[in-house]
T-cell receptor, first 110, second 115 residues
Framework: GESVGLHLPTLSVQEGDNSIINCAYS??????FIWYKQESGKGPQFIIDIRSNMDKRQGQRVTVLLNKTVKHLSLQIAATQPGDSAVYFCAENTGNQFYFGTGTSLTVIP | ETGVTQTPRHLVMGMTNKKSLKCEQH?????MYWYKQSAKKPLELMFV???????ENNSVPSRFSPECPNSSHLFLHLHTLQPEDSALYLCASSQNTGLVRETQYFGPGTRLLVL
């Protein structure tokens, strides 16, 4: 089966600092990746995606980096704000099904 | 708001009850999904519907019965559940044909507790 994992289950950052959340995947055939944010009591919210023909993609305050060589995905959040506190998880698609990670809980310290 | 709504948001039921979860998407999508989210576990795909036809059933017990009357509505009928079925049940939708490389948009989920 697929293995989509995150290096750290929890992450605390100071407000205004940058956050980096990591994700490892096991299937080298995966070619589409999504980062989701899930706040308490809510469903997952799409943040940003990236396809395997890219190694970087930027959104508003977020950047996703894809390293296919080591099968690693990261989400960078610039100038982290209290509203960024949530669980973040990655999802990979092999063309058959999405596989989701368990998530990293990000806490922003005011 | 993601354009995907779910009702009820919370549900408590006994093991002999029958209840239904409802999902509605206002995005004009053609594919809809049911996922189970348990604490500290990855999302588990349960069912996929594409143009109202079920295309995936990930070995889900028969006590869970999905129904998709049209591309905008999805139900999950529950009967004789077990306590281990307690979880957050998430509905999602995507634009086109099923799972392949399409962004999925999630509803807020139904928090289910089986006593």
């Amino acid at each position: 089966g697929e293995s989509v994992g995150l290096h750290l289950p929890t992450l605390s950052v100071q407000e205004g600092d940058n956050s980096i959340i990591n994700c490892a995947y096991s299937n080298s055939a995966s070619d589409y990746f999504i980062w989701y944010k899930q706040e308490s009591g809510k469903g997952p919210q799409f943040i940003i995606d990236i396809r395997s023909n890219m190694d970087k993609r930027q959104g508003q305050r977020v950047t996703v980096l894809l390293n296919k060589t080591v099968k690693h995905l990261s989400l960078q959040i610039a100038a982290t704000q209290p509203g960024d506190s949530a669980v973040y998880f990655c999802a990979e698609n092999t063309g058959n099904q999405f596989y989701f990670g368990t998530g990293t809980s990000l806490t922003v310290i005011p | 708001e993601t354009g995907v709504t779910q009702t009820p948001r919370h549900l408590v039921m006994g093991m002999t009850n029958k209840k239904s979860l409802k999902c509605e998407q206002h995005l004009g999508h053609n594919a809809m999904y049911w996922y189970k989210q348990s604490a500290k576990k990855p999302l588990e795909l349960m069912f996929v519907y594409n143009f109202k036809e079920q295309t995936e059933n990930n070995s889900v017990p028969s006590r869970f019965s999905p129904e998709c009357p049209n591309s905008s509505h999805l139900f999950l009928h529950l009967h004789t559940l077990q306590p281990e079925d307690s979880a957050l049940y998430l509905c999602a939708s995507s634009q086109n044909t099923g799972l392949v490389r399409e962004t999925q948009y999630f509803g807020p989920g139904t928090r289910l507790l089986v006593l």
